[in-house]
């Protein structure tokens, strides 16, 4: 299979969690439009060996980390996503936005990757159940004879969680559809965005 295409990055502040299930989220939201998806996921890779070869091994998942890069980040998106505080302006004034040195909230975090096999196009979606998202870096540059966009990019870290349905810890689902329609469909229900 061959992954041509990234769209609809979503995000749900998480409300409450049950031992055993997937956590309940308030109401989702579109991060922006994406530029970069890049995930890393870590496993614990230790052998067992006896009688001189490999009599054991264990490689399963401890951790996800994701870089993210969309187009642009705004204040509302960052303060739901990254925690920044609002503080409302008064007489006209602007809504003024500060980082505090609290972790940023667990979120649900998905997004859709076009998929294409064979000449046939998919949309799979991805849900990862718990993440904490941050800013790593920001760079300024000045604009000259051609434009170099300069965009937000966000790492964040997945938390496993354990699953009473198929009683395992679990980082992430993912489902695969034949229309894109479908796939923002079951992506939207999974980061409870109803409008």
């Not at 990055?9 to 579109?30: F, N």
């Not at 979606?125 to 004879?145: C, D, I, P, Y």
């Amino acid at each position: 299979m061959a992954f041509i295409g990234l769209r609809y990055p979503v995000a749900a502040p998480i409300t409450a969690e049950t031992e055993g299930a997937e956590p309940t989220y308030g109401a989702g939201y579109v991060v922006g439009k994406a530029i970069q998806a890049n995930l890393t996921i870590t496993r614990n890779n230790n052998p067992l060996y006896g009688d001189d070869a490999i009599a054991e091994d264990d490689n399963g998942i401890t951790g996800m980390s994701l870089e993210l890069g969309v187009d642009d980040l705004e204040d509302e998106v960052r303060a739901k996503l990254m925690g920044d505080v609002a503080i409302e302006g008064q007489n006209s004034a602007p809504t003024v936005y500060y980082e505090t040195e609290h972790s940023a909230p667990n979120v649900g975090f998905g997004y859709i990757r076009v998929r294409r096999r064979r000449g046939v196009t998919s949309y799979q979606a991805l849900f990862m159940h718990k993440v904490v998202f941050g800013e790593t870096s920001e760079n300024a540059q000045t604009k000259g004879e051609s434009i170099e966009w300069q965009t937000p990019t966000i790492t964040g870290r997945a938390a496993g969680i354990m699953l009473n349905n198929v009683n395992y810890i679990s980082f992430r689902k993912r489902a695969l559809f034949t229309t894109f329609t479908d796939a923002q469909t079951w992506l939207r229900t999974q980061a409870n965005i109803t409008a």
